[in-house]
């Protein structure tokens, strides 16, 4: 069973930093480029950043550059995204998933993880 586990998650004021974590199991995490995205309510779920199998990174999201970076630990099988500067605009549930592009497998979302920036 594929197990999708977001955390580090919270409330922060802005300008400061979260670092995301997405514990997987259940797939060859290895073998697939793993991506975050965003939810608002109302809104559908948005891309923030993806990683290739190794270090090849992209963040898409145009508010998140400079600001958020995409990691992987391929031997611990984890995701992480840094975040730093926060602004409130920020402000959403943070899912981890395969990148749902180009025909890659996809599974089901997991919980996510809340980030509230506000002061």
């Known amino acids: 069973q594929v197990l999708l586990v977001e955390s580090g998650g919270g409330l922060v004021k802005p300008g400061g930093s979260l670092r995301l974590s997405c514990a997987t199991s259940?797939?060859?995490?290895?073998?697939?480029?793993m991506a975050w995205y965003c939810q608002v309510p109302g809104k559908e779920r948005e891309l923030v950043a993806y990683i290739g199998r190794e270090d090849f990174s992209i963040v898409e999201k145009e508010s998140a550059k400079g600001r958020f970076t995409i990691s992987r630990d391929n031997a611990k099988s984890t995701l992480y995204l840094q975040m730093n500067n926060l602004r409130p605009e920020d402000t959403a549930v943070y899912f981890c998933?395969?990148?749902?592009?180009?025909?890659?497998?996809?599974?089901?979302w997991g919980q996510g993880t809340q980030v509230t920036v506000s002061s």
């Open positions: 259940g797939f060859p995490f290895n073998d697939y480029p």
């Open positions: 998933n395969v990148l749902r592009r180009f025909g890659y497998a996809t599974y089901n």
